[in-house]
């Protein structure tokens, strides 16, 4: 599998802000834009777990964390379903 890399520029107040280093935080961001394109419908729980860096049983498992529930898109449609 093909790896493309992104460079950030975090500025040092953010880091000590958070109480937290350069590797920890990185980690953190690629979650939080995995949840985030995930709940957003941009990426399958599949691949949402790849960029965080996870198995997909895992990373279903730490959404709760995020305020954000596994199944909300089969939800909608189930809803949507019901109204038509």
Request: charged content about 25%; aromatic content about 6%; proline content about 2%.
């Amino acid at each position: 599998m093909a790896v493309q890399h992104i460079s950030l520029d975090i500025p040092e107040k953010v880091l000590l802000a958070e109480k937290t280093d350069i590797i920890s935080f990185g980690r953190e961001l690629r979650m939080l834009a995995a949840v985030k394109l995930f709940e957003m419908g941009r990426l399958s729980s599949g691949r949402a777990a790849e960029l965080a860096g996870m198995g997909r049983v895992e990373f279903l498992l730490n959404l709760g964390r995020y305020n954000v529930f596994p199944l909300a898109a089969e939800l909608d449609d189930l809803e949507h379903d019901q109204v038509h």
